[in-house]
Nanobody
């Protein structure tokens, strides 16, 4: 099993920045990819960004150039640096992990609220 705990959410004004962190524990050696997803009220959960164990990244078009995903393997932690935040970025942000033998993200954190005021 893998446990994920997010931190770093909060309230910020439009144009501001926040950094989310996701600490992994448990069978961390099985993790191949980590990702950040978000879910706004009344909307489906959507992909924000992903990163592989080798550092390859992928971003949703809506956050390209504003968000940066990174991973510190020595600390078993993934980060999401969010800049130039917009009110439409308001959502609950979830960390997710995928193992090398799976095609889906099987492990999820509890979520952290990000609210961007206009």
């Amino acid at each position: 099993q893998v446990q994920l705990v997010e931190s770093g959410g909060g309230l910020v004004q439009a144009g501001g920045s926040l950094r989310l962190a996701c600490a992994a524990s448990g069978y961390i050696f099985r993790i191949s990819r980590m990702g950040w997803y978000r879910q706004a009220p009344g909307k489906q959960r959507e992909l924000v960004a992903t990163i592989t164990s080798l550092g390859s990244t992928n971003y949703a078009d809506s956050v390209k150039g504003r968000f940066t995903i990174s991973r510190e393997n020595a600390k078993n932690t993934a980060y999401l640096q969010m800049s130039s935040l917009k009110p439409e970025d308001t959502a609950v942000y979830y960390c997710a992990a995928r193992t090398s033998d799976s095609v889906t993200y099987d492990y999820w954190g509890q979520g952290t609220q990000v609210t961007v005021s206009s």
